[in-house]
């Protein structure tokens, strides 16, 4: 069974000592679950008895693709125009509790383990309807059409039902569970989940243009961040710009498993938005 870490919000006690393991840098930023506190939570405009950690949000000179929302929302608690930007797509996945995710008119019942990914100008809605808080992460990002492909469908599973792709001559130590097949262009970002065996390695420094945010489910691990190597345990989150080196050694003794964005299958831009210099 998998197991999925949601924040428990409240305060840290006064008798806490200040010294935690947060860290920005030009490179990447760390935010260890004891950061997710009462005092930085947030509300958004049209939905009710909501609350969210924000964690991440395009930043110049940083990473500036997508956004990303630790959300929970009481029994009763929803949305009926959740997020008026126009063009953007969604990924949500559910760590906790129940609610009906309403797509084009489309009911479905989201449980722990439930992933839905809503293509842009797609209308939904989203009820909590159990016991406890439905909790989910939220990532947003503006769509990028490509000429001659019509954006991607509706998508809504459970990662029960999906299997480990593991990465080969890794004895099933290191995979990731892909909600998107990587030869369906349409998309242009992927949010997948990477689970670690005991003993499983990234055994060499990934670097690369593609952002990543990743937060972790389930386990710990040490992380290479740039230079430096992080021990990282369930609750926390890593927001890795371009280039970022980064490698990874799960020692145990449970498996380690995290949530994890980039951006994918598509040319990169020389004019406009997000290019280098004026447009000419």
């Known amino acids: 069974m998998s197991q999925y870490y949601t924040p428990p919000g409240g305060l840290p006690p006064q008798t806490a000592l200040m010294t935690q393991r947060a ?3 030009t490179a990447y930023a760390f935010i260890p679950k004891g ?6 939570t947030s509300q958004l405009p049209g939905w009710t008895k909501t609350r969210l950690w924000l964690i991440a949000r395009p930043m110049s000179g940083f990473a500036e693709t997508f956004s990303q929302y630790v959300m929970e929302v009481a029994p009763g608690g929803g949305s009926d125009a959740p997020d008026p ?12 509790g129940l609610a009906t995710l309403t797509i084009a008119g489309m009911g479905y019942e989201m449980e722990a383990g439930s ?4 293509p842009p100008g797609t209308p939904w809605t989203l009820l909590a309807e159990g016991g406890t808080p439905a909790r989910f992460h939220w990532l947003r990002k503006l769509y990028e059409p490509a000429p001659g492909l019509p954006a991607p469908d509706p998508i809504v599973i459970n990662e029960r039902d999906v ?18 097949d990587p030869e369906d262009l349409r998309h242009d970002a992927h949010v997948n989940i990477v689970t670690f065996q005991p003993g499983g390695l990234i055994p060499f420094e990934e670097t690369h243009v593609m952002e990543h945010g990743l937060y ?13 190597w992080v021990e990282v345990e369930a609750g926390d989150f890593m927001w890795l710009r371009a280039y970022c080196p980064q490698a ?18 598509r040319h990169a831009r020389l004019r406009g938005p997000g290019a280098f210099g004026p447009p000419r």
């Open 23 to 25: 860290v920005f840098t």
């Open 35 to 40: 950061c997710f506190s009462d005092i930085v």
């Open 85 to 96: 930007e126009t063009g953007a797509q969604h990924w949500l996945f559910f760590t906790d």
């Open 115 to 118: 992933y839905a990914y809503i």
């Open 163 to 180: 299997p480990i792709r593991f990465m080969p001559d890794t004895q099933d130590r290191w995979g990731t569970t892909r909600f998107v």
């Open 216 to 228: 972790v489910l389930e386990g710990k691990a040490v992380y290479k961040l740039n230079r430096d």
């Open 248 to 265: 990874c050694y799960a020692a145990g003794p449970g498996r380690f498993r995290y949530l994890l964005y980039k951006d994918v299958n």
